[in-house]
């Protein structure tokens, strides 16, 4: 049974870092892609980074400078490094996981089956 976990979530203000983390179990982040999407209320879920199995990563425009998506393969733990964080960084993030490389490529949510529970972040000026 595939589970993932995020962590780290929390408050922050504008300008500040956080770092999630999603732990994974009964899926091998080695072999497939796993990313982080977000959700903000009354917004459509957003793809914010991805990380395919032989480590190619793709960002939404909004966070490319800013955020950098890794993963540990012994612990099998992804991760997101988040810096200058601004307030319309803030909404729910999730960890996700799926075994297409189209939509890892394209962070279409719709072509992930595999979702954690989400961590909140909120960013305050």
């Known amino acids: 049974q595939v589970q993932l976990v995020e962590s780290g979530g929390g408050s922050v203000q504008a300008g500040g870092s956080l770092r999630l983390s999603c732990a994974a179990s009964?899926?091998?982040?080695?072999?497939?892609?796993i990313g982080w999407f977000r959700q903000a209320p009354g917004k459509e879920r957003e793809g914010v980074a991805t990380i395919d199995s032989d480590g190619s990563t793709s960002y939404t425009d909004s966070v490319k400078g800013r955020f950098t998506i890794t993963k540990d393969n012994a612990k099998n733990t992804l991760y997101l490094q988040m810096n200058s964080l601004k307030p319309e960084d803030s909404a729910m993030y999730y960890c996700?996981?799926?075994?297409?490389?189209?939509?890892?490529?394209?962070?279409?949510?719709?072509?992930?089956?595999?979702w954690g529970q989400g961590t909140q972040v909120t960013v305050y000026s």
């Open positions: 009964g899926y091998t982040t080695s072999r497939y892609c």
């Open positions: 996700a996981a799926t075994d297409s490389s189209y939509y890892c490529a394209v962070k279409g949510y719709r072509g992930f089956g595999y």
